[in-house]
């Protein structure tokens, strides 16, 4: 009877390994990092060029980026992380581009350039001394 209890408990195991798949990224340091880091208030994530790319964007807050000693502020500065892929479908194939060292990072805006190429304006600096800078992507996947 217990041999026959095992096997069952065996069989339900088995059958049920195929469902849901936890992976342990624990020691992907980096991305650990991160996914930890990341803010809400500046994810996007639209279609651009009528669908043919996809755009997503997010900040995170990126101690590794800031400056220590900085007379500047002793905030801890955003990086915006700027993801282009193929219709948005696409995993294995992307360009990732990170901008780094922003203070309260805003969009003002998102441009179509010359088809794959983008310009993203950003606003970003102290309270009293607030710059907008552009900066621009290619969507090009070789």
Known sequence: ??????????????GCSSQVKIEDFSEKD????????LQDPIEISKP?????????????NDS?????????????????????TPDGDYYTVSKLYKI????????IRIEEDVFPTLEISFEHGNYDSRKTEKFRFSGEFD
């Open 30 to 37: 980096e991305m650990s990092y991160i996914l930890s880091s």
């Open 48 to 60: 651009i060029y009528d669908g043919a790319l996809f755009l997503s964007i997010f900040e995170i």
């Open 100 to 107: 780094e060292r922003l203070m309260r990072p805003k969009i």
């Open 64 to 84: 590794r980026a800031s400056i220590k000693n900085s007379n500047e502020s002793e905030e801890i500065y955003s990086s915006i992380f700027i993801s282009i």
């Open 1 to 14: 009877m217990r041999t026959f209890f095992k096997l069952i408990v065996y069989l339900m195991v088995i």
